[in-house]
């Protein structure tokens, strides 16, 4: 059985059976507009969740013979927190992620006969994301949780002596348990680290061996890589920043730094192998990345504190944490560059006109520009949780949520701008549209202000050709060894196959082929 996006909108998710053999498809269920559905191990469809206009959400429980009844009512606050997982194999049990009543995400086991709900797990400091379920049972052995780094607890007791053997075999690692055969006996681990290639290992419970399957990247092994550490910055207001530093040598100090700034911004950076900070490092540049309020995983309080607060405490975050690596002796205060995508493009560009002063160098890789053109511009496949955002920002319908919208984007302060720009767009992207790009470059070029703006032709949000993100990838490292002083391999030939556009500005970045 297969999920097929259902042809009349493009908007919901309809349930189709397909036969392997024939190709034949036929339609199971056919989704009312329904944001997410749930089916239980005979693959029937049992649960659906439905975001309300308010911003709240709702589990129905389809598989009563009196129609759908809701099973589970989610605050608004709580819907990026909240989450049904699965069944039991019997199908009396759920399990689902839950911080209803409480501030970090617990997985829990509502029993679907009496209604009766149980705590499994928790952890103090992060939510629980993720856990290693029972092949034979599907109930959980053990929950996860990411703080600054992976943490496992626990549940069957029969696990125990598995988690002891495994951190006593694999290091400063973090794992991730793949699959796993049914009687239990032979489980595939995904083993992870900062500073290497992520490494696939078979490993025999019964025996208690474990052998490397493969690596998944052996062209990594002769690189030399640096670590990642973890580190908690204090923001102005007290509230901890679970952050990532890469270093490119043990003793880096007063050194060039790029702050490396995640999309969303209901997302999060992890500890783990980086290519960005590899790269940047290699590069000599000292490498910071920051989850700054708003990131997920650190319990809804940690989201909530981000709510109106983009342009505000969001982007106060950023700046303290300028301010920290500066006093913690790793970067030159003067040759900072400021780098971010989606949601940390928009910091971006809020950086430069906010805090004009505080970085060298700005880059912005499709971020939005106008928060009203932004939302006004939302997809079909974001309506679902346009309400959320709504909330979470400001309502774009109003007078007063407008006006907001507007004190908070960088359009409305471009005259502050005083640090060297590059700007990059996909010319496919219906996230956040050329337009965003393209209406404040127009503003900087009325008030001769210098920018570079290339464009891609064929991308959308993110990069998905090989060619296109060398081109990028060249002309970024040109941009900061060009403001940053930092180190640059010649761009050659690596436009080619690329459709990157300089729309203007390229005279700005020397050494870039004509």
Known sequence: ???????????????????????????????????????????????????????????????????????????????????????????????????????RAALMERNLETGETRLLAEDPEADIVGAWWDARTSRPLAAVALANRQRWHVIDPTVREDFDFLSGRIGDTELNIVSQDLAMEQLVILATRSDAAGEYLLYNRKARDLRLLFKTRSDLDPVPLRPMRSVAIDARDGLTLPSYLTLPHEDFRNGPLVMVIHGGPYARDVWGYNGMHQWLADRGYGVLSVNFRGSTGFGKAFIGAANQQWGGRMQDDLTDAAAWVVAQGYADPTRIAFFGASYGGYAALVAATQTPETFACIIDIFGPSNLVTLMQAIPPYWQTWFAVFRRRLANPDTEEGRAWLMERSPITQVERIVRPLLIIQGMNDVRVKPQESEQIVNVLRQRLIPVTYATFADEGHGFVREENRLAFSAVMEAFLARHLDGSAEPVGDAFNGSTIKFETGRELIPGLPE
């Open 1 to 103: 059985m297969l999920f097929g996006v259902n042809e009349r909108d493009r908007r919901y998710f309809d349930v189709v059976r397909i036969d392997v053999t024939t190709g034949a498809s036929r339609l199971v269920f056919e989704n009312p507009g329904f944001s997410g559905l749930l089916m239980d191990d005979t693959l029937s469809v049992r649960l659906a969740v439905r975001v309300r206009p308010d911003g709240s959400a709702e589990v129905v429980d389809l598989s009563r013979s009196d129609g759908s009844t809701l099973l589970l009512d989610i605050p608004d606050e709580d819907v990026f927190t909240t989450s049904v997982w699965r069944f039991s194999r019997d199908g009396r049990s759920l399990f689902l992620q839950n911080s209803c009543g409480r501030d």
